[in-house]
């Protein structure tokens, strides 16, 4: 607005000093006059003209700012804490080339048929939903994206989906001096690279391959072709903290972008919470030698905490997933590679729309609707490795201390590498004659304690049903336990007995086989049906009873014996 009024009153000069370059002799002409009121008019227009065009942009700018906000809120990518999810990462593959030990251990992961993977064409259809939905911004990865012999048709075909600006590859770069000339004119606009290590030897030890010449050739590939290339570095004590200030001098000649992230748990790679470095840590070591490292603006939904050294040709980023998250900006989806939507990277909860995709019975408006459902569920932050602030660990008491791997699923034999449950293959285990005994208490109370010594309880004898209970428990757990293998057992001892003094019942469970796997469960799922019967036989006569200190007290003849003390 006040540049269209400058230059009204431009125009109003201008024509005033024609006017008065002319003889003036104290009185205007009426053509003097004349001239003079139509400049005035006219500029006077185009002052009106502008401002009202003016307006109407600005009009049009809010109404334009308002609707997208009306549909962002209801949209189906929109969760419960308003954040409207607009990056979508696809996992195209389960199947890796390399064995880094963090993420997986050396022998792999057990991979799913592919009869339960995506096809080409159903990731395609996905895609074209999610867009449509609001999506911009789409990543794919793996697995490594780059074994997929279609990944450069799967990216030309998502650069030509309506609405959708951006399609980036995070990759371990092994083949992208083959892949990314195809992959950039299939229209790739970005790609991020894994590296951990600027070391030959070192690479070779933590991903089990070689290769390490053709990542960084990849790297350099990158740059020629006019990428920016992100390089992400997943920083470990006792492994590659040395070289931190190395990957800084890595940016001075080179425009990337390289990001630590901390290292995070995984199912396979035995996190410990020791080998953590954390971001604020890792800023004070670059700082003792490069002192002028500062800290660089940062989007609204940057995930990465920008840095950089004055003067180099590239930055640093740090992800601080585990000290300093960055749930309440999260725009975030991922896809797994069979068709689960996951709305948390932290979270084990997947909602299958492959399942609905293959359905006949379901429409897409239907698929629609189960995607905002599962977004709804989106929790406003992921759940905490520790009960207690990480960073403070170094405060904890030794015995604490396994309290910080709470959600280390790494470390439970049930779980796979995609989080979900899965029967444990014992079939390599030797036979061996294997041991456990389990023990549970009720608290009765007084008026109990005597009508049980009495055996005056209408249902009958307590102890003795109790303990015929516990036995055909023991017999039936693989039924009730989902994830116990059925076993063969040669005994079953349940003993009940009465404690007068304490007021209680006490129930012991021994459970014996020769097999491949331990009895623990069975004698403590013996010990637990035990005193669920004592409470049943009890309950016509009092509610007030407490099943207390469900435990295994030993087992023995398998990998770890245990004894309690």
Request: charged residues 25%.
């Amino acid at each position: 607005m006040r540049l269209l009024v400058k230059r009204a009153k431009l125009m109003l000069f201008q024509c005033g000093a024609q006017i008065s370059r002319r003889p003036f002799s104290g009185m205007a002409t009426g053509s003097q006059f004349h001239r003079l009121a139509t400049a005035t008019a006219t500029a006077t227009k185009t002052v009106a003209t502008g401002a009202q065009q003016h307006d109407l942009d600005t009009d049009s700018h809010l109404r334009g700012s308002t609707i997208r906000q009306n549909q962002a809120a209801t949209s189906p990518l929109t969760d419960s804490f308003g954040r409207h999810h607009t990056y979508l990462r696809i996992s195209l593959t389960e199947r890796c080339n390399l064995r880094c030990d963090y993420c997986m251990p050396a022998e792999g992961v057990p991979l799913q048929p592919k009869s339960q993977l995506l096809t080409t064409d159903e990731v395609l259809h996905l895609a074209r939903i999610f867009v449509e939905q609001g999506v911009r911004k789409i990543r794919l990865t793996g697995g490594e994206p780059t074994v997929r012999r279609d990944i450069v048709e799967i990216v030309a075909q998502l650069k030509a989906l309506p609405q959708l600006e951006h399609v980036g590859i995070t990759t371990n770069g092994l083949v992208l001096t083959r892949l990314l000339l195809p992959l950039q004119r299939a229209g790739l606009d970005s790609l991020n690279i894994s590296l951990d290590t600027l070391r030959k030897d070192r690479f070779e030890r933590i991903t089990r391959r070689k290769g390490w010449e053709r990542v960084i050739a990849g790297i350099d590939l990158a740059i020629q072709l006019g990428y920016r290339p992100k390089v992400n570095c997943v920083l470990m004590r006792d492994f590659n903290e040395d070289e931190i200030c190395d990957f800084v001098e890595f940016t001075r000649e080179r425009p990337v972008d390289v990001r630590f992230i901390e290292y995070m748990p995984f199912s396979g790679n035995k996190w410990q919470t020791e080998r953590l470095i954390s971001y604020s840590e890792t800023v004070k070591i670059i700082r003792e030698r490069f002192p002028d490292f500062q800290a660089l603006p940062n989007g609204p939904n940057d995930t990465s905490k920008a840095y950089a050294v004055p003067g180099f040709a590239g930055q640093m980023g740090f992800i601080t997933s585990m000290t300093e998250h960055f749930c309440g900006t999260c725009n975030r989806l991922r896809l797994t590679a069979d068709g689960n939507i996951k709305v948390c990277l932290f979270g084990n909860k997947e909602y299958s729309l492959r399942d609905a995709l293959r359905s006949d019975q379901c429409t897409e408006e239907q698929l629609i609707e189960l995607i905002g459902s599962a977004v709804q569920r989106k929790k406003r932050q992921h759940a905490g490795y520790a009960t207690v602030d990480i960073r403070q660990q170094h405060l904890l008491h030794p015995h604490q201390k396994p309290l910080l791997q709470m959600r280390n699923c790494s470390n439970l034999t049930h779980i796979d590498a995609q989080g979900k449950a899965k029967m444990v293959d014992v079939a390599a285990k030797a036979q061996t004659t294997r041991v456990a005994t389990a023990e549970a208490f009720v608290q009765v109370g007084e008026r109990l304690t005597a009508l049980i010594a009495a055996n005056e309880l209408a249902k009958g004898d307590v102890l003795s049903i109790a303990q015929l209970a516990g036995i055909m428990g023991a017999k039936q757990t693989s039924q009730l336990i989902p994830l116990c293998h059925n076993i063969a057992l040669s005994s079953v001892r349940v003993q009940a007995t009465l404690l007068e003094a304490e007021k209680c019942v006490r129930l012991e469970a021994s459970v014996r086989c020769t097999g491949q796997t331990g009895v623990e469960m069975e004698a403590l799922t013996a010990v637990a049906v035990a005193a669920l019967t004592v409470y049943d036989m009890c309950k016509a006569v009092s509610h007030d009873i407490c099943i207390t200190n469900v435990r295994l007290l030993s087992k023995s003849g398998g990998k770890r014996d245990f004894q309690r003390q």
